[in-house]
């Protein structure tokens, strides 16, 4: 480039130039077709003087080959024979293929194709998955970015529109300076559903995993697991924590994580049921922003996730009129929604046939279980809990009749529900000051269990919000001198009943926090908590709080906490002593729980001892029958770690518990 000034300047001048250059290279000439004289061999008439035009590629297109050499692409696809001397010949593929680099300015592309010829999930016993079948394009830029094809999507840093999802379909995203917006659009293969379990003494699984209607016949989508012990969440792996099998539902801890009578295991998962009928699908978009700055922040998220009643799954069989009327009748009870599991097969083709009997009277129809071949039904029991049924299982297929309500198990086939769910959420937070923030969320849901039917659906909307301010190191000073730090933070929160969100909706721990007992986790809740930390001294911080929780007219709980910590001292060990104290009262119930806690530990050159004790004290008053139970424990625990020792990390642990 070159400048010509219409004035002369003078020597001592000085001149600032400020421009901008395209992103690719300018060349001289621009041309669709280039001349070139011909040679001799290339003109019919002898005539090399002749100018003939020959067509060249624009040199825009050279610059894309330019990017394209720069791709690194990998990949390989693998032929199988299989064959057995008690199985037929069996052809097996894969495919995976990796692409990656730039393809243009400021523009990257991610790309993946694994498709193997098994229907088989991944292994669960290593911390990084490895899927079976995976097709994803992922194109990144400063302002735009996007990915079409299998991903999971997450939503976070919310209390109550939290969300994570595995999707086949397409996410979009739009950056600017202080705002994001996203969209997405796709399939999911499951559902999302959290199951609760108590750890069993010496027994570290596997722990199996039900489906929302306590179904055991279920798939988990690989590595949509979250597992938490005592509310900390676990890592996957045999080195780590525990593995799964995602194809029995079955999880197992390893020796690293030892699994008492006291644990208490949470596992949140997405899973496939044998028993699914109809395509989900997911619809969402979110916007985030700093419109005024630092000083003032919001954050929209608004989801829509359904049951597509037009794309079932099993394409040759669509729903009958029996069954649409199952559904229209049943309301939101997953257990109405039967129909007969009977199958009249002609004799000789079942293996069971139908009788009467005689009880109090009354003559009642039954299925009877004969021989393979000799029967005229062929029947479907489902398990519907202790109980509930007339029959109970004697093998894989043989089940006997005992009466009404003395089974667990009907001759019926369950028509799955069909649900839908819409959720919206606004968050708001505000800096009136560089130490003061107030914030707030507010959510709404719209449930509806069974799309088919108008019953029940006075319970279908809910709503949520969440109000709270914090201090943050603000300073106190006393006659010109600081005399510690303070923080404060204030939650008030309220829950509807009807109230649905989409993932998660209690934390890790809600029980054991509020001292409530398993049939009280509903979502209602009005609560209210203040916690305080001070500082004196850079090595001393106390802190304690106060909560306050009712559910519904009968629940009502209190917890105290306070904390005292010591660190950063040269002789002594890093101390922190927490009591806590938490009064429950449910209807006839009276609950006190105490817990204490002591921590001790010190790093001195490569070693590290540490010493922990923990204490609680749980008694519960039944008042209408005069009664007491409750447990109380001592634990004690000590550690000596030894790091980078002839090559290695050691650890030694004692542990004694009185019960």
Partial sequence: ????????MPASDSLRIIYQKYPFPLVADYFHRELQLAQP???????????????????????????QSNLQKSGSIVRGIELGNNQDLTLNSGLNLQLSGQIAPDVEILAALT??????????????????????IKLTSPHLGGTLGDFNMQYRESMFGNLQRKLQGISATHTAKTFEQQVTYGTSRGFFHSNRLLGQEGNQGPYLLNGR????????????????????????????????????AQITFTNKKLITSENRIEVDFEYTSAFQRYGKTFIGASSTGKPLGKRFSYDVRAFREWDDTNNLLEDDAPLSDVETAALATAGDDPFAAAVSGADSVGFGRGNYVKADTLINGQSLPYFRFVDERNGNFLVRFTGVGAGNGDYSRVSLQNY?????????????????LASEKNFADVGMNWRVTDNFSVN?????????????SDIDDGDNEGGAFQLASTLRDSTFRMFGKSIGGLNLSLQWQRQDSAFAPLDRPLQPEYAYKWNLGQNQLTTEETSLELNGAYQPKRWLELSGGYGNIEKGASVNSVRWNSQARVYRRPILPDITVRAENVRSETGNFDSDWQRQNV???????STTPQYRFQREDRAVDNLSQSQRTGFLFDDHLGKFSLRKFAGLDWDALAQYRVD
């Fill in 1 to 8: 480039g070159k400048i010509w000034l219409n004035r002369q």
């Fill in 400 to 416: 006997r009749y005992v009466g009404p309500g003395r089974g667990s198990y009907l001759p019926v086939r369950l028509v799955p």
């Fill in 41 to 67: 061999s290339d003109s019919a008439n002898g005539d090399s003087t002749a100018a003939i035009a020959r067509a060249v590629r624009p040199g825009f297109f050279d610059d894309l080959d330019s990017y």
């Fill in 599 to 605: 921590n001790l530990i010190k790093n001195i050159g």
């Fill in 115 to 136: 498709d193997e010829s098994t229907p088989i999930q991944p292994e669960g016993n290593t911390q990084t998955l490895r899927e079976v079948d995976k097709v994803f």
């Fill in 440 to 452: 707030g969320e507010f959510a709404i849901s719209s449930f509806d269990q069974n799309i088919f």
């Fill in 213 to 248: 209607n306590g179904e055991r016949e279920i798939i988990v989508l690989a590595g949509t697991e979250r597992v938490y012990v005592d509310g900390i969440l676990q890592t996957r792996g045999e080195n780590n924590d525990y593995v799964i099998d995602y194809g029995l």
